[in-house]
C-alpha cells in the first residue's frame, strides 16, 4: 500500500509547480518505501533513494528561487526547515551507501511526517506571495 497519497485537502497548496512536485516527490517515496519493505535488492533501494533524494534537494531549490523572487519575508525559516531535512537524508544517504543502515519502515514514516507538517504549515503559507 502506498505510504502516501496526494490529494488537495491535506496537500495542496494553491501553487501549481509545488503541487505537481509534491505529486512526483510523492511517487518517488513510495517506490522507494514499496522497495524497502517489500525486500528488494540492496542496489535498487539505493538508486531508488538517490533518486528520491536529489528530487528533493532539486524541489526545495526550486521553492527557495520562488520564494527569492518574490522577496517573500518568510524565506529564511523555510530554507532552515529544508535544510534540516536534507541533513537527515544526506547522513542516511552516506550511512545507507557504507552498508550501516538499511532504508526501514521508520525511516519512511518520519519522511512521511515531515511531508505531512511540513507542506500544510511552511509550503501552503508561501501560496498568495508567489501567486502575486
Ligand atoms: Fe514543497
Ligand atoms: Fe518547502
Not at 15 to 26: C, P, Q, R, S, Y
Not at 42 to 59: F, K, N, P, T, W
Amino acid at each position: 500500500m502506498a505510504l502516501i497519497t496526494w490529494n488537495a485537502a491535506d496537500y495542496g497548496t494553491n501553487v501549481t509547480f509545488a503541487d505537481n512536485e509534491h505529486k512526483i516527490l510523492f511517487d518517488k517515496l513510495n517506490k522507494l518505501y514499496d522497495l524497502a519493505t517489500g525486500g528488494a535488492e540492496r542496489g535498487i533501494i539505493g538508486a531508488q533513494l538517490d533518486d528520491l533524494i536529489s528530487y528533493v534537494v532539486e524541489h526545495f531549490a526550486h521553492e527557495e528561487q520562488e520564494m527569492a523572487a518574490k522577496n517573500y519575508a518568510g524565506l529564511v525559516v523555510h530554507k532552515g526547515e529544508h535544510d534540516k531535512l536534507i541533513a537527515v537524508c544526506a547522513d542516511l544517504q552516506t550511512k545507507f551507501h557504507n552498508s550501516e543502515v538499511e532504508v526501514t519502515e521508520a525511516a519512511g514514516q518520519m519522511v512521511k511526517g515531515w511531508l505531512d507538517y511540513h507542506i500544510p504549515t511552511f509550503d501552503t503559507a508561501y501560496a498568495d506571495a508567489l501567486n502575486s
